[in-house]
Structures are given as structure tokens and as C-alpha cells.
């Protein structure tokens, strides 16, 4: 197997940026079931009341970089689990490729939301 | 070699029985995690409806517009209600397992990780019992 | 390592009720006298017994045996009696066509892990007075199955030798100049547990990681990776080296910490610790440069 190790690909950058993200995510995703569903109750959420938190320009910061760091957190986690699988050659670069144009959606996606969200757009 | 035998998976998933913490502890947390992914995919897509009601200043004021009346269309649902409960059970899980991660991965008590993964277990079940009225106020079957 | 081709009779030697009956020299074995622990209450127990184990058989050599089947053997019970001894009393008493490794019967060799009642364990130091019967003796499992209970240990072995299991040094100093490579008490200490190893493949087999993928370095290796990358006597460039093969896509950053692997280390080697600081050490390697 030794050649098999031959090319010089470390992983270490993602498992790291994993564990940050998760450290971040942790005490975000926390205040975000904390802020929406016990101090403002999910059932009585508006646009009104939407609005009024996306206005604040450091919420919407949060909510935005909460977003795109759940985004790396869950589709990495995603494909981690696959490559454990034994996922490889042509089907985990397709795979991957998948991955990133979902992420890039999801982010834009989102991103444009908030942006709706606090009347900036 | 002229011939061998490949067992395949076993010990896998047939063997559920015999898995020791560390073991659960991953399983759970791999569920709860795709559990996660999925619902962020979902829940951009479901505020997605923000796009369609800003500007209509009149809808907002009436809160008529389609983002609130989707949202609250889907609150009033009993399942939805019961879908949160869950949801709150695998994020809660995931966080605390992933507090316990983040201690393995920093090479923190090592030796307790299964007591760690029962307390986070124990825990879990604890702030779900305890959030269910706050989760089904106002909505019945 | 019995080679020993089958006897058409030895499949129906396992119900045979002439072994059943067989008595055993335990029964005359003394107890010794304010030995009450757990372990003797057990063992009293079992005293006069046979005990029933169910041992995993696939021979390719032998049609009509193509097949994996279990063969049940009851086996006179004697004080002190390992999963070891059980199956080679299987083999020299009723079956000769019984194979698997073994060597030192002490721990050390590491060629008899089985998975016995669903846990990877050292035959020659597991006691059958611990398990519950009937004891089901199994090849490793996610190892190909050759005969019985051996595996091909081929891949295993590959994956050890791929992160260089040995000692290097830069640069061999002149003849005249050769000196004893001192190593402090306290780095002895620190890779003491990852020097234990003894390459039964326990860890890897118990691996759900490795079993899907198979790139991944496993355990053992990563393990024995550690023993020389945390020895002081080796330079820093050689540690860098080591330091590149171990953080590879498939190498350690694989490890899920399970504890799997922990749990099943006859040698009680902390796997999943080792494996951990190495992970730490190659972010902090990475960091330098940023």
C-alpha cells in the first residue's frame, strides 16, 4: 500500500476548520433555538418581527456567518462520512463537485433572504 | 491466495447489541447531523417566501403577507409542532455530543467519553421533556 | 498452525455424545483454600463442566465444508482454561482439521485475535470462565477468511509498513564518532504504552472506518507511527516526514473516535489518544505556516 501514499494530500485544513466552525456553531445554533422558540415563540413569528431583528446590522452578520459556517460544517460532514465509506476515484469527484454547487446555492440562496429579510434589497 | 472468504459487513449492523458508547455515540451523531444538514436545506427554502413578501409594506402591516402566513400556516400544523420537538431533541444531542467531541479532539478525559456520551444522552432527553409545552402551546390535534 | 487436511468423520464429531460425557481432570483439581474471589467462584462453577463453544469453519481446499458453517464443540473445562486453550483441545481431541494461529500463548506473539462472542479478543488471554456460553469463536472480522479461523493478514501488514516502522536517523554519524542514542526517562515513558504492540490486528478488524475504507491507515499503523514520531532520537525532519505520511487524506484525519479500537487493544494501548495528539500535531505542523 505504501505507494498509495505517494501523493501528498493533506486533510488536516478541513478536519481543523471543522472543529472551528463547530466551536462557533455550538454557541450560535444554541441562541438561535434560544432566541426563536423560547424568548419569541416560533408560532407567532411575522415578517414584522423578522424584520426587526434582520435590521440590526450585527444579526444579520451573525445569521449570515451562522449560515455559511452550518453550510461547511454540514455538507463537509457529509462527505467525510462518504470518503469513511470508501468513496473514491471518479464517483467521489463527482460527488464532491455536487457538494460545493449545493453549498454555493444554499449560501447564495440564503444570503439573498437575509438580505430581503432586513430591507436592504 | 487460491481462495478466501469475505464476511462482508458483519459485525455491522447485526451485531447492534454489542456496540459499546463510542460506538452509539457516533452512529447517533452522524444521524442527528444529516437530520441537521437536511433541515437547513429545508428551512432556507421555507424562508425563501421572505423573497415574495418584502416591499408589500400593506400585506406586512396587515401581517398577511406570504411569509407570515406560510409560517403560521405551518405552525398550526399538530405534526410540525411534533417535527420541532425532534428537531430540538437532534440539535441539543449534537451539540452536546459535539462539546464531547471537541474535548476528545483536544485530548480532554478521555477516559470518560462513554460517561460523557450517557450525560449527554441523559441531558438531551432532559431539556426535550422539558421544552415540550413551550413547543405545543397553542396548537392541538 | 495445524495444516492438517479433514477427515470426512470430523463434521459430526462435535455431537457426539461420547464427548459430551468425557470427564474431565478438573474434577479432581483441589481448590485452593481462602481463594474466593470472582474469578475462583467462576471457575467453581464450571469445575467438572464441559464448556460448549461454537467455532466459525470454511475450508475451500474441501468440498462440502466451501460452505461457512458452525461446529459445536463441548470441551472439558480446567482451571484457568483460555479461549485458547478450548479451541486446541477442539483440535487435538475431536477435530484435527481445526485451524488457526497460535504461537507463544502468552500475549505476545499476537497471532491468535479472534472475535469471540462479538469482541475482538486475544484467544491466549481471554478467560472462558469469563464468557457466556456457548462461546462463539470467530475469525477477525472485514479480513478475508482463508481457513477456519485464519485471516489474510496481508493488508494489515501493509498498512504497518507503510508508515516505515522503524528507526531512522538523518544522517549515520562517522565510524570513530558512533555513540549510544541516549533516550530521556520521560520520553521512554511517553511512547511506553505505543511500543506494546503487538501487530494481532484486533484494532483494525474492530475498525468500522477501515472496514469501509480501505486506504485508511488503521489504527495499528497509526499507532506505530506514534512510537517513532514522538521519539526524541529521531530528528525533526525525519518526524516531519512521518508527520506527512500520517496526515494524508488516509490517515489519520479518518479516525472518527469511536473507541473501538481502545477497547478491543489487548496490550491496553490508548489507540485513540495516540491517534489524537498525532492529529493535533500535524494541525499545529500546518499552522506554523500560515
Known sequence: MAEQYSSFTPGGTRWFLQRVTAAFLVVVLAFHFFLLHFVNHAYEVTFLGTQARMENVGYLLTMVLFLITATFHGVNGVYNALVNQGLEGTQKKAVLAVLVVASVGLVAQGTYVALTMSGMI | ?141 | MSTQQAEPESQEAPEDPEMKGAESPAAEQQKGGGMVDEQAEKEAELEGETVHIKVFRYDPEVEGKQEPRFDDFHVPFTKGMTVLDSVMYARDEYDSSLTFRHSCRQAVCGSDAFFVNGKQRLGCKTQISDLEQPVRIEPLPHQEVVKDLVVDMDHFYDQMHAVEPYFQDEDTPETDALEEQRQSPENREKIKMSSRCIWCGACMSSCNIAAGDNEYLGPAAINKAYKFAMDDREGEEIKEHRLRILEQEHGVWRCQTQFSCTEVCPKDIPLTEHIQELKREAVKKNLKFW
Open chain 2, 1 to 141: 491466495m487460491s481462495q478466501s472468504y469475505n464476511r462482508g459487513l458483519i459485525e455491522d449492523f447485526g451485531r447492534w447489541k454489542e456496540f459499546s458508547a463510542g460506538m452509539w455515540a457516533w452512529i447517533f451523531h452522524k444521524f442527528t447531523g444529516w437530520m441537521l444538514i437536511g433541515y437547513l436545506f429545508t428551512h432556507i427554502a421555507v424562508l425563501s417566501t421572505s423573497v415574495g413578501a418584502a416591499g408589500n409594506e400593506a400585506a406586512i402591516m396587515a401581517e398577511s403577507d406570504v411569509y407570515t402566513t406560510t409560517l403560521q400556516g405551518l405552525e398550526g400544523l399538530f405534526l410540525i409542532r411534533l417535527l420541532e420537538v425532534g428537531l430540538l431533541a437532534v440539535a441539543v444531542f449534537h451539540i452536546l455530543n459535539g462539546l464531547r467531541l471537541l474535548m476528545v479532539d483536544l485530548g480532554v478525559g478521555l477516559e470518560a467519553q462513554d460517561k460523557s456520551f450517557y450525560a449527554s444522552l441523559v441531558l438531551t432527553g432532559a431539556i426535550t421533556v422539558a421544552s415540550v409545552p413551550t413547543f405545543l402551546t397553542g396548537v392541538s390535534l
